[in-house]
């Protein structure tokens, strides 16, 4: 069965670093646009940052995302965290998306300009991993 699996989340000192890793099981995820969700807590679920499939090109949602960077290899899609907040505490979670095609590539949709609704072209969720920013 078709599944996202993230990995990474952990309880670190506010100003810590950490990277969060995004595989697959049962597909290819090097066909996917991969994108990075946050659900804070008492908070909606919010978009972070996407990677196209061929890695080229990256969206970006409406906050949250400066000090982050998302990458891939053939292996997994990785989203590393620096100086991490109390403000970035929450479930991590990866999404992957085959909708948009440009030029040779699956792309991610405009994430800060859709808000909520570019999850509907998400097909493929994950549980999530938590991160923790805490003295």
């Known amino acids: 069965q078709a599944h996202l699996v993230e990995t990474g989340g952990a309880l670190v000192q506010p100003g810590g670093s950490l990277k969060l890793s995004c595989a697959a099981s049962g597909f290819d995820l090097n066909r996917y646009a991969v994108g990075w969700f946050r659900q804070a807590p008492g908070k909606e679920r919010e978009a972070i940052l996407c990677?196209?499939?061929?890695?080229?090109a990256t969206e970006h949602g409406h906050s949250g995302w400066r000090r982050f960077t998302i990458s891939r290899d053939d292996a997994a899609v990785t989203l590393e965290l620096n100086n991490l907040q109390p403000d970035d505490t929450g479930i991590y979670i990866c999404?992957?998306?085959?909708?948009?095609?440009?030029?040779?590539?699956?792309?991610?949709?405009?994430?800060?300009?859709?808000?909520?609704?570019?999850?509907?072209?998400?097909?493929?969720w994950g549980q999530g991993t938590q991160v923790t920013a805490s003295a």
């Open positions: 990677i196209s499939s061929s890695g080229g």
């Open positions: 999404a992957a998306s085959r909708v948009r095609y440009w030029s040779g590539s699956y792309v991610c949709p405009p994430l800060e300009l859709l808000g909520r609704a570019a999850e509907d072209e998400f097909a493929y």
